[in-house]
Structures are given as structure tokens and as C-alpha cells.
């Protein structure tokens, strides 16, 4: 009994609870304040980042990452002087945290969960707790909004409801659900009940997101089930592909749109600052947006009802931020884009290689990083509290993994049921 009591309270676990509920809490708009979580979150977690740094707490992997993402700063901020377009400190200095910010998120909880097992347990339950409550709760919102008895969606695709809760967003709503999905997992309170309810509220968002992390853990858990071979990537891409295909003509395809646009002149900037692209605040970004950038005058996109001059309203900066694909080549060039790819391998490869967790565990961590790759390229929010969410499933994950390998007795989700139980 005395264990179970000292697993329900942890100081590096109650700051981390902390922080994933101030991520939460960062669509509720009514909150004061609650519009600049996601930057709370990742300035709290840069303190433990920068002790992890000073202690020598990361692998030679996430060393490789860092050089990268440092490289990768310094090539925009070179960028800024060279091309001479944005050269405004604090507009700069903004934007190299706002591009920061989702991986502060995850080296910082490495940084404070290293080694601490306990603490990991006390995340993991606690956080466990909260996920049935939300998902148990989205769920019967959302079967009330298919029935019309309240109204909680603002368009309606394939002839249902577009479903978005009280997150105003339908396709963050998805990402959240995902990783509440997934640190329920992870704290082995999963329940085939709870799997059910969250894969019903992913396919209700009718959303891209929502989507890709229903499908590849639908296909992961119920189809391949067993250890994955190459071609079940390609079923599962070939599901995706057929899934998505509305999201993909739409926003990709479809030359007219912003996010298109968007992606394609960041290719053009590139190449028109070539070798090492426009730099910070310049393009695709959020200070590029408050701000007006030069460059989209030189584009014309303000002769573009979805790309006009930001106003303080909840519509052009929307779509000015919508391409993290097209920020990141338009501001660092070819080659902070492959430096950014790089990042992206390597944080892939720490969840897709050998696990010691449950199957489910790596199953959903997957699934949540196909999300991420997909926000990446169809989407901007990976940048702001959907992204750092993702960051903190796949820190929780990634030391999971760690303790599970030298325990000498259970993986780590096992021991979590013992105590669960």
C-alpha cells in the first residue's frame, strides 16, 4: 500500500502531469492566458533541457539530433544576414524558439525522466487516469453530435458531422485523442473498451490526423499483429494513400491552395537563397505571418483572400502558418531541410527499431509518428501545442523502452498492470 502511495505522488512526475495538462488546456479559450501555453510548456521544460545538457544525460543519438537542430539555427540565422530580409533580433530570436519549442519538449522530459523509473510510473498511471476519463467523455459527446442533440461541428464531409469537440479544431482534437490513446497504453490501462472509443472519436473527426492514427494502429494491431515485415509499411502507406486521398488532392495537389502555395514557394525560396534559404521570421512561420514578411509581397500573396495581410482575426495567419514543409525550405534552405529530415530519421528510428514494451505500445507510438510526419507535410500546428504532445508520447515512449530493457524481471507496461491491479 505504502508503494502505491508514493507512486501517486512524484515531484518530476507532477511537473510533467503539469505540462501535458497546460498542453491540453491550450485550446480552451475561455482560460486566460491559455493561448500562450504551448511556449509555458516549452520555456518550463528548457530548464531541465539545459541541466540534461550540462550533466551529459543524452544518448550519442540524441547528441546527433541536437548538432543537427543547432546546425540547423545557425544556417538560418546566417540566413537572416545574408539575404538581408528579416534582421529584427527579437523577431529572430522568436522565431528560433517557436521552431525549437516541440524539440525543448522532448529533451527536456528525457532530461528529467532519465533513469527515474518511479517517476516514469507515476506519469504513466496518473495520466492513464485522465485519458479513460477524456476519452470516455469524447465519445459520448461524439455519438451526441452524430445524433444532432448538440451541435459540435462547423462542416459536414461524407454526409456526417464534422466532429471537434470543445478543441474548436477538429484535427487537433484527433492528435490529442491519439495521445491520450497512447498514454493509456503506455501506463497498461488499456482496455479493448477504451481502444474502441478512441478509434470511433479519431474516424469522427473525418480528418487527416485523425485518420492516419486510426488507420495504422487499426492495421498494426487487429491485421499485422506480430512482428512487422517492409511490405506491412506498404499496405499500410497504400491504406493511408486511399484514406487521405481527399486531404492530399485538396491541400497538396490542388495548386489554389494555400497550403500548396505555400509549399511550393518555399521550394522557390530556396532556390532563390540557395544554399541556405531566406532565414528565421521570413517564411511559413508565425513571426512571418504577424509580421507580413517582405517576401510575401514579392510572391503576391496579398492579392490572396487566404494569404492576405495578417489583422489580429482568426483567418489569414491560420493559413500563413499551415506548411511547416514549406517553413522549414523556405527559411533554411536545402540543406537545413535535410538537416531537419535527418532529426525526423532519427527520432523515427528510436520507435520503430527493437522494442522491450507490449506490441501495443510500439503500435500506437508508430502510429502517433506516421501523425507527425503527416503534420510535417499537410499541416502547421506540428509547431504549436499538437506537435510538443506528440514530442512528450514519443520522451515517455523512447524511456519506456529504456527501463524495460534493464529491468531484470517484467517490460515496464507489465509491471505497471501488477500495480494497476
Avoid at 462542416?155 to 490513446?181: E, P
Avoid at 502547421?380 to 514519443?394: C, D, Q, R, Y
Wanted: charged share 15%.
Amino acid at each position: 500500500m505504502g508503494s502505491k502511495r508514493r507512486l501517486l505522488f512524484n515531484t518530476r512526475a507532477e511537473f510533467c502531469i503539469i505540462c501535458v495538462l497546460l498542453l491540453y488546456l491550450f485550446f480552451a479559450t475561455k482560460l486566460p492566458f491559455s493561448s500562450i501555453f504551448d511556449d509555458l510548456v516549452a520555456g518550463l521544460l528548457t530548464i531541465p533541457f539545459l541541466i540534461g545538457l550540462a550533466e551529459k544525460k543524452y544518448n550519442k543519438t540524441e547528441i546527433r539530433m541536437l548538432v543537427a537542430l543547432g546546425v540547423t539555427c545557425l544556417l538560418g540565422i546566417a540566413s537572416n544576414f545574408l539575404a538581408g530580409i528579416v534582421t529584427n533580433i527579437s523577431y529572430i530570436l522568436n522565431d528560433v524558439f517557436s521552431f525549437l519549442r516541440i524539440f525543448l519538449v522532448y529533451f527536456g522530459l528525457i532530461a528529467l525522466l532519465r533513469g527515474k523509473t518511479k517517476a516514469l510510473e507515476a506519469l504513466t498511471k496518473r495520466l492513464g487516469f485522465y485519458s479513460k476519463i477524456f476519452i470516455t467523455v469524447a465519445f459520448v459527446f461524439g455519438i451526441l453530435n452524430i445524433l444532432g442533440i448538440v451541435r459540435m461541428y462547423s462542416t459536414v464531409r461524407f454526409g456526417l458531422r464534422n466532429y471537434y469537440f470543445y478543441f474548436g479544431n477538429s484535427s487537433q482534437f484527433g492528435i490529442f485523442i491519439g495521445c491520450a490513446l497512447a498514454i493509456l497504453i503506455f501506463g497498461g490501462k488499456s482496455r479493448t473498451i477504451y481502444e474502441i472509443m478512441a478509434l470511433a472519436c479519431l474516424v469522427m473527426t473525418f480528418k487527416g490526423m485523425g485518420l492516419i492514427i486510426a488507420a495504422v494502429y487499426f492495421i498494426l494491431t487487429f491485421v499485422v499483429h506480430r512482428k512487422i515485415r517492409w511490405w506491412h509499411y506498404l499496405i499500410a502507406l497504400g491504406v493511408l494513400a486511399y484514406i487521405l486521398q481527399f486531404q492530399i488532392t485538396s491541400y497538396i495537389l490542388d495548386k489554389s491552395a494555400p497550403r500548396a502555395i505555400l509549399i511550393y514557394y518555399g521550394f522557390v525560396t530556396a532556390f532563390k537563397y540557395f544554399p541556405i534559404g531566406s532565414g528565421f521570421a521570413t517564411y511559413g512561420s508565425n513571426m512571418a505571418a504577424v509580421h507580413y514578411s517582405p517576401l510575401y509581397y514579392s510572391y503576391g500573396f496579398q492579392l490572396r483572400k487566404a494569404l492576405t495581410v495578417f489583422d489580429d482575426g482568426y483567418g489569414s495567419t491560420t493559413y500563413l502558418n499551415d506548411a511547416y514543409l514549406g517553413m522549414i525550405t523556405g527559411q533554411f534552405g536545402i540543406f537545413g531541410l535535410l538537416l531537419v529530415f535527418y532529426v525526423f530519421v532519427k527520432l523515427g528510428r528510436s520507435i520503430f527499431g527493437p522494442s522491450n514494451t507490449d506490441n501495443k505500445a510500439k503500435y500506437i507510438a508508430i502510429a502517433c509518428f506516421s501523425c507527425f510526419c503527416g503534420m510535417a507535410i499537410m499541416a502547421g500546428s506540428i509547431k504549436t501545442a499538437g506537435g510538443e504532445m506528440l514530442m512528450a508520447v514519443f520522451a515517455i515512449y523512447e524511456l519506456m523502452n529504456e527501463a524495460s530493457k534493464h529491468s531484470d524481471s517484467l517490460p515496464l507496461d507489465s509491471e505497471l498492470r501488477k500495480i494497476n491491479d
